[in-house]
């Protein structure tokens, strides 16, 4: 599986983007797509998670629970991230991943994983 993530920049505090994950190949041992993001000097961190087929509920970490809306569009391959509300904090590069596990939140269980695109946000 191949993921390329798509969409961050420079954005005011409050302010709302957009970031796309396209996936190739074979995408059909997928069982859940997630996005991640390190901001510098800092670790890994989770951010959303939800199910790449069928049903399940999507799953946020509490620093963007409300703000944050995780989806996809399984015809063209693509999860999303909608970022709004963005605070200072938010900045980070952000990583698509994807995983054989169902609702993972765990890292070292994703086996691919996208570039990253840098969100920044300005105060």
């Known amino acids: 599986v191949q993921l390329q993530a798509s969409g961050g920049g420079l954005v005011q505090a409050g302010g709302s983007l957009r970031l796309s994950c396209a996936a190739s190949?074979?995408?059909?041992?997928?069982?859940?797509m997630g996005w991640f993001r390190q901001a510098s000097g800092k670790g890994r961190e989770f951010v959303a998670v939800?199910?790449?087929?069928?049903?399940?509920?999507?799953i946020y970490a509490d620093s963007v629970k409300g703000r944050f809306t995780v989806s996809r569009d399984n015809a063209e391959k693509t999860l999303f991230l909608q970022m709004n509300s963005l605070k200072p904090e938010d900045t980070a590069v952000y990583y698509c991943a994807a995983s054989s596990v169902l609702q993972t939140t765990t890292s070292n269980l994703y086996e691919f994983w996208g570039q990253g695109t840098e969100v920044t946000v300005s105060s």
């Open positions: 939800l199910p790449w087929t069928g049903g399940g509920s999507s």
């Open positions: 190949g074979r995408t059909f041992s997928v069982g859940s």
